[in-house]
């Protein structure tokens, strides 16, 4: 079997045309979706192997995208971790956030079988169904995880984050190392059970300042990178809102960069030096205008992103509103561009 267009495009080989999946793809814009879940709640979805590998299914089956992404959550692993994690109506919540160094006594590192073997149960059925089809595995980078133990929501300002990081720096680096190690022997039991691609979402890394990245972010994130890379599989980092500081992120050393919609792809691709691929960078809320400014703009990105290493996606993942008829739009002109 020939490697995928995915997975050559994430080696940052050449390919016939650019490989396309989505952020969120299977979820809330797809009515299949809101038909399982009108059945079970999104935990009791998550830790079903057969629903879960049914709706990673989904948008493979309605629009033939290049690679599939495990369906879970990032917070399913903090409550292997030992915290307790619920979803409500106004999104994800912790009851018990970390809000001292005392708290890190109740975060640790877990057994991927016993804590998550739903979700390496969920690879496993999809390995068998998904035939050529790539499977992403994936988790959320030490940071943005760090930020739901410590605020217990998705924040807006990550004030609690921060006061954390600059009263207890020690016992931050702490709480991120543990974080990091907990999400290698995730991610590495995801690759065992049969992913053959994992992105690590950064969806919050946008918040925090050059030095704060350098001093805090970037020492657990790399080595959990070299560690994910040493598994053989191409790694991704999806560092949302960090265009700016770039140059230093790609000190990470994954394969592809998932790049947000802020800056044009070329650009940010200079900002990377040029030696690793890219994923991305449709703003996703271009999917709710017409047919031809999707098409316009869709092909604008194909252009920027050259013939070499670079994977399609949206800056940031699909909105719920999204029409059914626009992502058909975005796949038939990334195929033809
Ligand atoms: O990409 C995919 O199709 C795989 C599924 C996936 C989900 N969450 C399903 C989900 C992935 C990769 C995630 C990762 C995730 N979870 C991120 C990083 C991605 C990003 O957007 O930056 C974040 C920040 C979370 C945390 C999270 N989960 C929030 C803030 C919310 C509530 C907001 C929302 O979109 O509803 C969730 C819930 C969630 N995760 C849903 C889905 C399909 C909606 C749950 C439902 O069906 O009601």
């Known amino acids: 079997m020939p490697p995928s267009l995915f997975l050559r495009a994430c080696r940052g080989e050449a390919t016939e045309r650019a490989p396309i999946w989505v952020m969120r793809q299977a979820g809330r814009y797809l009515p299949e979706y809101r038909q399982v879940r009108a059945g079970v709640s999104f935990l009791e979805l998550c830790k079903t192997p057969q629903l879960a590998a049914e709706v990673t299914l989904q948008p493979i089956r309605r629009f033939g995208f290049d690679a599939a992404i495990l369906f879970s959550d990032l917070l399913v692993p903090l409550e292997a971790m030992g915290l307790e994690v619920q979803f409500t109506e106004q999104g994800p919540r912790l009851p018990q956030p970390l809000r ?40 959320g980078a030490p940071f943005t995880v760090a930020t739901y133990a410590i605020e217990g929501k998705t924040a807006k300002n990550f004030i609690e984050t921060k006061a954390f990081f ?24 995801q690759v065992r059970a049969g992913a053959q691609a994992l992105q690590l979402f950064d969806s919050w890394v946008g918040v925090v300042s050059a030095d704060d990245w350098e001093s805090y972010v970037l020492p657990p994130t790399a080595a959990l990178v070299g560690e994910l890379r040493a598994t053989g599989v191409p790694v991704i ?7 700016t500081i770039f140059d230093r992120v790609a000190r990470v050393g994954a394969d592809v960069y998932g790049v947000d919609w802020r800056l044009p792809l070329d650009e940010a691709r200079a900002r990377l ?9 449709l703003d996703p809320s271009v ?20 013939k070499r290493g670079h994977v399609f996606n949206l800056g940031h993942g699909i909105y719920p509103e999204t029409p059914i008829a626009s992502v058909e739009a975005l796949v038939s002109a990334v195929r033809s561009a």
Do not use: M, W
């Open 237 to 243: 980092y999806f560092a949302n809102g960090a265009t």
């Open 100 to 139: 001292a160094p005392a708290d890190l006594g109740r975060v640790s590192r877990f057994d991927p079988e016993a804590g998550t073997g739903f979700v390496l149960e969920t690879i496993r059925l999809l390995r068998g169904e998904l035939g050529d089809t790539p499977l992403i595995g994936f988790a």
């Open 166 to 189: 600059y009263r207890h720096p020690a016992e931050a680096r702490r709480l991120l190392a543990v974080i990091a190690e907990a999400t290698r022997d995730y991610l590495t039991a």
């Open 287 to 306: 999917l709710l205008g017409p047919a031809d400014e999707i098409q316009r703009r869709a092909t604008d990105v194909v252009r920027r992103g050259g």
């Open 273 to 281: 030096g040029g030696k690793a691929a890219v994923q991305g960078n």
